[in-house]
Protein backbone atom coordinates (compact mmCIF):
# COMPACT_ATOMS: atom_id res chain seq x y z
CA UNK A 1 0.00 0.00 0.00
CA UNK A 2 2.07 2.90 0.85
CA UNK A 3 4.82 1.06 2.12
CA UNK A 4 6.84 1.60 -0.58
CA UNK A 5 6.09 5.38 -0.64
CA UNK A 6 6.47 8.29 -0.79
CA UNK A 7 8.18 7.94 -4.43
CA UNK A 8 11.37 9.75 -5.41
CA UNK A 9 9.34 12.85 -5.37
CA UNK A 10 8.52 12.66 -1.79
CA UNK A 11 4.70 12.24 -2.89
CA UNK A 12 2.05 10.36 -1.32
CA UNK A 13 -0.08 10.58 -4.29
CA UNK A 14 -1.03 14.47 -5.20
CA UNK A 15 0.41 14.59 -1.33
CA UNK A 16 3.50 15.92 0.05
CA UNK A 17 6.48 16.86 -2.16
CA UNK A 18 8.91 19.94 -1.81
CA UNK A 19 7.84 23.60 -1.61
CA UNK A 20 10.55 25.15 0.03
CA UNK A 21 13.25 28.23 -0.57
CA UNK A 22 15.26 27.28 -3.68
CA UNK A 23 18.57 27.70 -1.20
CA UNK A 24 16.83 25.00 1.08
CA UNK A 25 17.08 22.49 -1.97
CA UNK A 26 20.94 21.20 -1.33
CA UNK A 27 19.98 20.63 1.95
CA UNK A 28 16.73 18.44 2.04
CA UNK A 29 18.69 16.74 -1.26
CA UNK A 30 21.67 16.01 1.14
CA UNK A 31 19.51 14.76 3.72
CA UNK A 32 17.92 12.48 1.24
CA UNK A 33 21.25 11.28 0.71
CA UNK A 34 22.42 10.36 4.40
CA UNK A 35 19.08 8.96 5.62
CA UNK A 36 19.41 6.49 2.64
CA UNK A 37 23.10 5.72 3.58
CA UNK A 38 22.57 5.54 6.88
CA UNK A 39 19.10 3.31 6.80
CA UNK A 40 20.97 0.66 5.45
CA UNK A 41 23.55 0.80 7.62
CA UNK A 42 24.38 -2.00 10.36
CA UNK A 43 26.42 0.49 12.39
CA UNK A 44 23.65 2.91 12.15
CA UNK A 45 20.95 1.01 13.07
CA UNK A 46 22.29 -0.76 15.85
CA UNK A 47 23.55 2.27 17.45
CA UNK A 48 19.60 3.64 17.21
CA UNK A 49 18.47 0.03 18.40
CA UNK A 50 21.12 0.51 21.56
CA UNK A 51 20.02 3.80 22.60
CA UNK A 52 15.98 3.04 22.23
CA UNK A 53 16.74 -0.04 24.67
CA UNK A 54 19.07 1.21 27.12
CA UNK A 55 18.29 4.84 27.06
CA UNK A 56 14.34 5.53 25.95
CA UNK A 57 13.15 1.90 27.63
CA UNK A 58 12.04 0.50 24.17
CA UNK A 59 10.39 -1.92 24.01
CA UNK A 60 7.68 0.47 25.97
CA UNK A 61 4.94 -2.00 27.47
CA UNK A 62 1.50 -3.55 25.82
CA UNK A 63 -1.24 -3.08 29.00
CA UNK A 64 -4.10 -4.85 29.07
CA UNK A 65 -6.68 -2.55 30.38
CA UNK A 66 -9.02 -4.77 32.51
CA UNK A 67 -10.88 -2.16 34.51
CA UNK A 68 -11.87 0.18 31.79
CA UNK A 69 -12.63 -3.15 29.63
CA UNK A 70 -15.04 -4.61 31.87
CA UNK A 71 -16.15 -1.21 32.49
CA UNK A 72 -17.32 -0.25 29.00
CA UNK A 73 -18.26 -4.39 28.75
CA UNK A 74 -17.53 -4.71 24.91
CA UNK A 75 -14.04 -4.46 23.30
CA UNK A 76 -11.46 -5.38 24.96
CA UNK A 77 -8.72 -3.02 24.96
CA UNK A 78 -5.21 -2.95 25.24
CA UNK A 79 -3.02 0.21 25.61
CA UNK A 80 0.81 0.55 24.03
CA UNK A 81 2.60 2.59 26.57
CA UNK A 82 4.34 5.12 24.61
CA UNK A 83 3.91 6.99 28.13
CA UNK A 84 6.09 5.53 29.62
CA UNK A 85 8.81 6.50 27.01
CA UNK A 86 12.05 9.00 28.21
CA UNK A 87 10.81 11.98 28.68
CA UNK A 88 7.05 10.75 28.41
CA UNK A 89 5.96 10.63 25.35
CA UNK A 90 6.93 8.74 21.81
CA UNK A 91 8.41 11.92 20.94
CA UNK A 92 11.85 11.00 22.09
CA UNK A 93 12.01 8.21 19.49
CA UNK A 94 12.38 10.54 16.05
CA UNK A 95 14.40 12.84 18.16
CA UNK A 96 17.00 10.84 18.90
CA UNK A 97 16.69 9.27 15.57
CA UNK A 98 17.06 12.26 13.62
CA UNK A 99 19.73 13.66 16.66
CA UNK A 100 21.87 10.84 15.20
CA UNK A 101 21.56 11.12 11.78
CA UNK A 102 22.77 14.87 12.68
CA UNK A 103 25.64 13.51 14.19
CA UNK A 104 26.73 11.09 11.21
CA UNK A 105 26.19 13.53 8.72
CA UNK A 106 28.76 15.80 10.59
CA UNK A 107 26.62 18.14 11.79
CA UNK A 108 27.46 20.31 15.25
CA UNK A 109 24.15 21.87 15.26
CA UNK A 110 20.76 21.27 16.00
CA UNK A 111 17.81 23.68 15.56
CA UNK A 112 14.24 22.94 16.13
CA UNK A 113 10.88 24.63 17.11
CA UNK A 114 7.89 24.15 19.34
CA UNK A 115 4.84 24.84 20.21
CA UNK A 116 3.74 23.24 23.01
CA UNK A 117 7.34 22.69 23.97
CA UNK A 118 7.37 18.84 23.77
CA UNK A 119 9.53 18.49 20.91
CA UNK A 120 11.59 20.98 21.94
CA UNK A 121 12.14 18.43 25.15
CA UNK A 122 12.75 15.81 23.28
CA UNK A 123 15.07 17.08 21.27
CA UNK A 124 16.85 19.00 24.03
CA UNK A 125 17.35 15.33 25.79
CA UNK A 126 19.02 13.82 22.22
CA UNK A 127 21.10 16.76 21.28
CA UNK A 128 22.15 16.87 25.02
CA UNK A 129 23.10 12.98 25.17
CA UNK A 130 25.09 13.43 21.56
CA UNK A 131 26.70 16.74 23.00
CA UNK A 132 25.11 18.37 20.06
CA UNK A 133 24.49 22.17 20.24
CA UNK A 134 20.59 22.81 20.31
CA UNK A 135 18.69 25.71 19.50
CA UNK A 136 14.90 26.02 20.17
CA UNK A 137 12.85 28.66 18.28
CA UNK A 138 9.36 29.14 20.24
CA UNK A 139 6.89 31.77 20.33
CA UNK A 140 6.86 34.40 22.74
CA UNK A 141 3.10 33.29 23.82
CA UNK A 142 3.84 29.63 23.69
CA UNK A 143 7.01 30.45 26.06
CA UNK A 144 4.73 32.34 28.46
CA UNK A 145 2.47 29.47 28.49
CA UNK A 146 4.44 26.62 28.45
CA UNK A 147 7.09 27.94 30.97
CA UNK A 148 8.41 24.38 32.71
CA UNK A 149 9.16 22.80 29.09
CA UNK A 150 10.76 26.26 28.97
CA UNK A 151 12.92 25.78 32.03
CA UNK A 152 13.39 21.52 30.82
CA UNK A 153 15.15 22.97 27.55
CA UNK A 154 17.24 25.10 29.22
CA UNK A 155 18.58 22.84 32.03
CA UNK A 156 19.24 20.42 29.47
CA UNK A 157 21.49 22.81 27.83
CA UNK A 158 19.24 23.85 24.96
CA UNK A 159 19.27 27.79 24.13
CA UNK A 160 15.23 28.83 23.77
CA UNK A 161 14.85 31.33 21.36
CA UNK A 162 11.47 33.67 21.92
CA UNK A 163 9.90 34.28 18.33
CA UNK A 164 7.80 37.75 18.68
CA UNK A 165 6.71 37.78 15.11
CA UNK A 166 3.44 37.41 13.96
CA UNK A 167 0.85 35.45 16.37
CA UNK A 168 3.98 34.73 18.11
CA UNK A 169 3.00 31.11 18.54
CA UNK A 170 4.23 27.61 16.51
CA UNK A 171 3.88 28.57 13.15
CA UNK A 172 5.58 31.95 13.75
CA UNK A 173 8.72 29.69 15.57
CA UNK A 174 8.77 27.25 12.00
CA UNK A 175 9.10 30.60 10.14
CA UNK A 176 12.16 31.23 12.17
CA UNK A 177 13.51 28.12 12.36
CA UNK A 178 13.54 28.09 8.65
CA UNK A 179 15.44 31.01 8.47
CA UNK A 180 18.07 29.85 10.63
CA UNK A 181 18.58 26.86 8.60
CA UNK A 182 19.02 29.01 5.11
CA UNK A 183 21.31 30.79 6.77
CA UNK A 184 23.28 28.08 8.82
CA UNK A 185 22.73 25.08 6.18
CA UNK A 186 26.25 24.08 6.41
CA UNK A 187 27.24 23.05 9.99
CA UNK A 188 23.26 22.74 11.01
CA UNK A 189 20.53 19.89 11.31
CA UNK A 190 16.50 21.42 11.36
CA UNK A 191 14.70 18.36 13.62
CA UNK A 192 11.06 18.57 12.69
CA UNK A 193 8.91 17.33 15.23
CA UNK A 194 5.93 15.26 13.44
CA UNK A 195 5.43 12.96 10.28
CA UNK A 196 5.06 16.55 7.98
CA UNK A 197 7.16 18.71 5.85
CA UNK A 198 8.90 18.91 3.31
CA UNK A 199 10.27 15.41 1.37
CA UNK A 200 11.95 13.42 3.33
CA UNK A 201 10.91 14.32 6.92
CA UNK A 202 7.91 12.53 6.74
CA UNK A 203 9.47 9.77 5.49
CA UNK A 204 12.17 9.44 8.36
CA UNK A 205 9.62 10.74 11.47
CA UNK A 206 7.23 7.69 10.09
CA UNK A 207 10.48 5.46 9.53
CA UNK A 208 11.73 6.37 13.27
CA UNK A 209 8.14 5.84 14.72
CA UNK A 210 7.48 2.49 12.95
CA UNK A 211 8.82 0.94 16.02
CA UNK A 212 6.00 1.60 17.97
CA UNK A 213 4.18 -0.55 15.64
CA UNK A 214 6.61 -3.21 15.04
CA UNK A 215 6.80 -3.67 19.17
CA UNK A 216 2.67 -2.80 19.62
CA UNK A 217 2.03 -6.09 16.71
CA UNK A 218 4.57 -8.47 17.97
CA UNK A 219 3.02 -8.11 21.75
CA UNK A 220 -0.48 -8.76 20.56
CA UNK A 221 0.57 -11.77 19.15
CA UNK A 222 2.56 -13.21 22.53
CA UNK A 223 0.40 -11.59 24.76
CA UNK A 224 -3.62 -11.68 23.64
CA UNK A 225 -2.18 -14.99 20.68
CA UNK A 226 -3.99 -12.76 17.89
CA UNK A 227 -3.83 -9.03 16.07
CA UNK A 228 -6.35 -6.63 16.84
CA UNK A 229 -9.48 -5.34 15.00
CA UNK A 230 -8.83 -2.12 15.48
CA UNK A 231 -5.99 0.11 16.52
CA UNK A 232 -6.58 3.77 17.62
CA UNK A 233 -4.20 6.99 17.82
CA UNK A 234 -4.59 10.70 18.37
CA UNK A 235 -3.73 12.28 14.98
CA UNK A 236 -1.33 16.22 15.47
CA UNK A 237 0.69 16.39 12.72
CA UNK A 238 0.40 12.71 12.71
CA UNK A 239 3.63 10.87 13.80
CA UNK A 240 2.63 8.77 16.59
CA UNK A 241 -0.41 7.45 14.18
CA UNK A 242 1.82 7.01 11.30
CA UNK A 243 4.32 5.21 13.61
CA UNK A 244 2.13 2.54 15.21
CA UNK A 245 -0.38 2.11 12.05
CA UNK A 246 2.31 1.31 9.41
CA UNK A 247 3.19 -2.30 10.75
CA UNK A 248 -0.99 -2.63 10.58
CA UNK A 249 -1.16 -1.60 7.05
CA UNK A 250 -1.46 -5.00 5.25
CA UNK A 251 -3.29 -6.97 7.98
CA UNK A 252 -7.44 -7.32 8.46
CA UNK A 253 -7.21 -4.62 11.09
CA UNK A 254 -9.51 -0.75 11.14
CA UNK A 255 -6.90 1.68 11.88
CA UNK A 256 -8.79 4.83 13.45
CA UNK A 257 -7.04 8.28 13.77
CA UNK A 258 -8.67 10.84 15.99
CA UNK A 259 -8.01 14.30 15.74
CA UNK A 260 -9.25 17.30 17.75
CA UNK A 261 -12.74 18.15 17.31
CA UNK A 262 -12.21 20.86 19.93
CA UNK A 263 -15.57 22.55 21.15
CA UNK A 264 -17.72 20.52 18.01
CA UNK A 265 -16.67 20.48 14.33
CA UNK A 266 -19.58 22.90 13.63
CA UNK A 267 -18.80 25.46 15.95
CA UNK A 268 -15.37 26.21 13.49
CA UNK A 269 -13.36 26.01 17.14
CA UNK A 270 -11.48 22.74 16.02
CA UNK A 271 -8.29 20.96 14.69
CA UNK A 272 -10.12 18.05 12.22
CA UNK A 273 -8.22 18.32 9.02
CA UNK A 274 -9.37 14.86 8.03
CA UNK A 275 -12.78 14.00 9.90
CA UNK A 276 -14.77 15.91 7.55
CA UNK A 277 -18.33 17.07 9.56
CA UNK A 278 -20.24 17.82 6.16
CA UNK A 279 -19.87 13.88 5.42
CA UNK A 280 -22.01 13.59 9.04
CA UNK A 281 -19.38 10.96 10.47
CA UNK A 282 -20.15 10.60 14.36
CA UNK A 283 -17.95 12.02 16.82
CA UNK A 284 -17.05 11.44 20.43
CA UNK A 285 -17.88 13.52 22.74
CA UNK A 286 -19.60 13.87 25.91
CA UNK A 287 -23.41 13.73 24.86
CA UNK A 288 -23.71 18.00 25.46
CA UNK A 289 -25.24 19.35 22.46
CA UNK A 290 -22.11 21.65 21.59
CA UNK A 291 -23.27 22.17 17.57
CA UNK A 292 -26.71 25.04 19.01
CA UNK A 293 -25.88 27.24 21.40
CA UNK A 294 -27.88 29.95 23.21
CA UNK A 295 -27.82 33.51 21.30
CA UNK A 296 -28.34 36.48 23.63
CA UNK A 297 -31.95 36.65 22.21
CA UNK A 298 -33.02 33.18 23.20
CA UNK A 299 -32.91 31.38 20.01
CA UNK A 300 -30.71 28.68 19.41
CA UNK A 301 -28.71 29.51 16.40
CA UNK A 302 -27.39 26.87 14.25
CA UNK A 303 -23.05 27.83 14.19
CA UNK A 304 -23.09 26.81 10.80
CA UNK A 305 -24.45 30.06 9.69
CA UNK A 306 -22.99 32.14 12.31
CA UNK A 307 -19.68 31.29 13.25
CA UNK A 308 -16.77 31.13 10.85
CA UNK A 309 -16.38 27.63 10.38
CA UNK A 310 -12.57 27.13 8.69
CA UNK A 311 -12.64 25.05 5.77
CA UNK A 312 -10.47 22.10 5.40
CA UNK A 313 -8.94 22.58 1.48
CA UNK A 314 -5.20 21.01 -0.24
CA UNK A 315 -3.00 23.59 0.07
CA UNK A 316 0.94 24.08 0.27
CA UNK A 317 1.62 24.69 3.73
CA UNK A 318 4.96 24.65 5.43
CA UNK A 319 7.07 22.87 2.88
CA UNK A 320 4.80 20.10 1.65
CA UNK A 321 0.90 19.70 -0.15
CA UNK A 322 -1.88 18.49 2.48
CA UNK A 323 -5.25 19.14 4.15
CA UNK A 324 -4.42 22.77 5.81
CA UNK A 325 -7.45 24.31 7.50
CA UNK A 326 -7.97 27.74 5.89
CA UNK A 327 -10.82 30.70 5.94
CA UNK A 328 -12.48 31.89 3.33
CA UNK A 329 -9.18 34.00 2.46
CA UNK A 330 -7.08 30.88 2.18
CA UNK A 331 -5.58 32.40 5.30
CA UNK A 332 -4.29 29.76 8.24
CA UNK A 333 -7.52 29.22 9.92
CA UNK A 334 -7.02 29.65 14.09
CA UNK A 335 -7.30 26.16 15.59
CA UNK A 336 -8.23 25.06 18.79
CA UNK A 337 -7.81 22.11 20.69
CA UNK A 338 -7.61 21.45 24.81
CA UNK A 339 -4.62 19.77 23.93
CA UNK A 340 -1.50 21.53 22.53
CA UNK A 341 0.05 18.83 20.55
CA UNK A 342 -3.03 18.45 18.22
CA UNK A 343 -3.63 22.33 17.84
CA UNK A 344 -2.38 22.60 14.60
CA UNK A 345 -3.88 23.76 11.08
CA UNK A 346 -1.90 21.09 8.63
CA UNK A 347 -1.62 17.64 8.78
CA UNK A 348 1.18 14.86 8.00
CA UNK A 349 0.46 14.14 4.01
CA UNK A 350 0.81 10.64 4.57
CA UNK A 351 -2.64 10.75 6.71
CA UNK A 352 -4.47 12.68 3.49
CA UNK A 353 -3.43 9.45 1.65
CA UNK A 354 -4.63 7.28 3.84
CA UNK A 355 -7.86 8.24 4.28
CA UNK A 356 -8.29 9.13 0.08
CA UNK A 357 -7.50 5.26 0.14
CA UNK A 358 -10.31 4.94 2.48
CA UNK A 359 -7.51 2.86 4.53
CA UNK A 360 -7.78 4.66 7.71
CA UNK A 361 -11.15 6.26 9.15
CA UNK A 362 -10.45 9.54 10.75
CA UNK A 363 -12.79 10.84 13.16
CA UNK A 364 -12.71 13.53 16.00
CA UNK A 365 -13.06 13.73 20.14
CA UNK A 366 -13.96 16.80 21.34
CA UNK A 367 -12.33 19.03 24.16
CA UNK A 368 -15.10 17.67 27.06
CA UNK A 369 -14.88 13.88 25.46
CA UNK A 370 -11.19 13.74 25.64
CA UNK A 371 -11.46 15.56 29.43
CA UNK A 372 -13.84 12.60 30.13
CA UNK A 373 -11.57 10.27 28.96
CA UNK A 374 -8.74 11.49 31.22
CA UNK A 375 -10.01 11.07 33.69
CA UNK A 376 -11.49 7.57 33.26
CA UNK A 377 -8.48 6.46 32.47
CA UNK A 378 -6.93 7.60 35.67
CA UNK A 379 -9.80 6.25 38.10
CA UNK A 380 -9.62 2.50 35.79
CA UNK A 381 -6.42 1.86 35.29
CA UNK A 382 -4.25 4.38 37.46
CA UNK A 383 -2.42 5.63 34.25
CA UNK A 384 -2.32 9.32 33.57
CA UNK A 385 -2.65 9.95 29.92
CA UNK A 386 -1.32 13.01 27.92
CA UNK A 387 -4.61 15.20 26.76
CA UNK A 388 -3.60 14.15 23.58
CA UNK A 389 -3.82 10.75 23.79
CA UNK A 390 -6.59 10.95 25.88
CA UNK A 391 -8.62 11.98 22.52
CA UNK A 392 -7.88 8.58 21.15
CA UNK A 393 -9.08 6.66 24.68
CA UNK A 394 -11.99 8.46 23.67
CA UNK A 395 -13.11 7.08 20.47
CA UNK A 396 -12.22 3.49 22.26
CA UNK A 397 -14.60 4.27 25.05
CA UNK A 398 -17.44 5.27 22.11
CA UNK A 399 -16.96 3.08 20.03
CA UNK A 400 -16.41 -0.06 22.62
CA UNK A 401 -20.00 -1.19 24.55
CA UNK A 402 -21.19 -1.62 20.68
CA UNK A 403 -18.35 -4.08 19.94
CA UNK A 404 -18.27 -7.76 20.57
CA UNK A 405 -16.34 -8.98 23.80
CA UNK A 406 -14.24 -10.95 22.26
CA UNK A 407 -12.59 -7.92 19.74
CA UNK A 408 -10.06 -6.05 20.59
CA UNK A 409 -9.33 -2.47 20.47
CA UNK A 410 -5.28 -1.64 20.61
CA UNK A 411 -5.38 2.48 21.91
CA UNK A 412 -1.42 3.98 21.29
CA UNK A 413 -1.36 6.19 24.38
CA UNK A 414 1.18 8.74 23.07
CA UNK A 415 2.52 10.31 26.30
CA UNK A 416 1.47 10.75 29.77
CA UNK A 417 -0.16 14.14 31.23
CA UNK A 418 1.95 15.08 33.96
CA UNK A 419 2.13 17.98 31.53
CA UNK A 420 -1.40 18.93 31.32
CA UNK A 421 -2.46 18.75 34.63
CA UNK A 422 -3.00 22.28 35.09
CA UNK A 423 -5.15 22.55 32.27
CA UNK A 424 -7.25 19.56 33.51
CA UNK A 425 -7.53 21.11 37.23
CA UNK A 426 -8.33 24.09 35.38
CA UNK A 427 -11.33 22.64 33.73
CA UNK A 428 -12.32 20.62 36.81
CA UNK A 429 -13.10 23.85 38.46
CA UNK A 430 -14.86 25.08 36.10
CA UNK A 431 -17.74 22.22 35.64
CA UNK A 432 -17.26 21.87 39.42
C1 LIG B 1 3.06 15.95 20.25
C2 LIG B 1 2.17 14.91 20.78
C3 LIG B 1 1.13 14.35 19.99
C4 LIG B 1 0.79 14.82 18.61
O1 LIG B 1 1.80 14.65 17.67
P1 LIG B 1 1.74 13.52 16.55
O2 LIG B 1 2.86 13.88 15.64
O3 LIG B 1 0.41 13.60 15.88
O4 LIG B 1 1.92 12.22 17.22
C5 LIG B 1 0.37 13.34 20.55
N1 LIG B 1 0.58 12.90 21.79
C6 LIG B 1 1.54 13.42 22.58
C7 LIG B 1 1.71 12.89 23.96
C8 LIG B 1 2.37 14.44 22.11
O5 LIG B 1 3.33 14.95 22.89
Known amino acids: MTQQLPDPNGKFGPYGGRYVPETLMPALDDLIEAYEEFREDPSFRAEFEHLLHTYVGRPTPLTY ?16 REDLAHTGAHKINNALGQALLAKRMGKQRVIAETGAGQHGVATATACALLG ?14 QQPNVDRMRLLGAEVRSVDSGTKTLKDAVNEAIRDWVTNVRDTYYIIGSAL ?4 YPLICREFQSVIGREAREQMLTQAGRLPDEVIACVGGGSNAIGIFHAFLHDPVRLVGVEAGGYGLNTGKHA ?20 NIETPNGKAENLNSTIHNPKSKVGVFQGMRTMVLQNDDGQIAETHSVS ?5 AGVGPEHVYLRDLNRVE ?6 DAALAAFHTLCRLEGIIPALESSH ?3 EAIRRAPALPRNSI ?13 NTVMKHAQRTG
Open 65 to 80: ARRLSEHLAGAQIYLK
Open 132 to 145: LQCVVYMGAIDMAR
Open 197 to 200: GPHP
Open 272 to 291: ARLAIPDLGFAIADSGNEQS
Open 340 to 344: AGLDY
Open 362 to 367: YTAATD
Open 392 to 394: AVA
Open 409 to 421: LLINLSGRGDKDL
